[in-house]
């Protein structure tokens, strides 16, 4: 290489791609030729040219140009990309081609994922709890149960944490007992703890001790302490 060939692809410049955009372009809808598009985008609007020539991108990707027409249209129609018409301050009217739809769905995607990590974070913290009180480790099935209880029926950790000492509290270790508590308290609306303080009557040691008896036989079991399933048990 001689030093002309190395001055010119020194002042060619440099594209910076964000990592975050690196890594989660798909995420945000992308395919993997538009974002080699987006790319040649940013690479001229880097060098204060936002207006590019799109024959030249279709020459640098190695395209036809109809096939270049057809990623912006797609890509405008997805409002990944936004095409401006602005006025510099001699008055001319310009058009540029904006990013900015783009870099918005990424910070929207790093929002959700920053608050992803405290819950995922709980989910473990439970796990640990469930594990504590049962003394030993949980199954791949029971770890997936209580995961879908978090992400598919939507129960607050709280409530959750709620029926287990329900269960521990009548002394079955059974991730099945606690769906059933879990489900009658879906059915009368509980939704909280708070809900659940409101909704629950005081336990008298007759209550109890019905289903310590019920634990130590095969028969089925009741939800404990207090029998949420049943309607006439408020009265």
């Known amino acids: 290489m001689s030093y002309n060939e190395l001055t010119k692809w020194i002042e060619s410049g440099q594209t910076l791609v964000p990592n975050f955009l690196l890594q989660n372009y798909k995420k945000i809808g992308l395919a993997d030729t538009e974002f080699i598009f987006v790319l040649q985008l940013k690479a001229y609007i880097d060098k204060n040219i936002p207006f590019p020539n799109l024959a030249l991108i279709a020459e640098n990707m190695g395209i036809a ?35 900015d739809p783009i870099y918005q769905r990424l910070f929207q995607l790093m929002e959700r994922s920053e608050k992803k990590q405290p819950v995922q974070q709980q989910g473990k913290n439970i796990m640990t709890m469930f594990e504590q009180e049962f003394g030993r480790n949980l199954s791949p099935i029971e770890m997936q149960t209580i995961a879908s209880w978090i992400d598919m029926d939507h129960y607050p950790l709280e409530l959750i ?34 809900d659940l303080t409101q909704q629950q009557p005081s336990r008298t040691q007759n209550n109890k001790g019905k289903f310590d008896e019920q634990a130590g036989s095969d028969a089925p079991m009741e939800v404990p302490l207090y029998n949420w399933l049943d309607t006439d048990a408020d009265e």
Do not use: C, P
Request: charged share 35%; glycine share 2%; aromatic share 8%.
């Open 65 to 99: 140009e109809k096939d270049v027409f057809s990623l912006l249209h797609n890509l405008l129609q997805k409002q990944m990309i936004l095409m401006e018409t602005k006025k510099d301050l001699s008055g001319k009217v310009e058009d540029s081609y904006s990013l």
């Open 161 to 194: 944490e709620s029926a287990l000492k329900e269960a521990v509290l009548n002394r079955v270790y059974s991730l099945k007992y606690i769906d059933r508590i879990l489900l009658a308290w879906e059915k009368k609306n509980i939704r909280s703890v708070k």
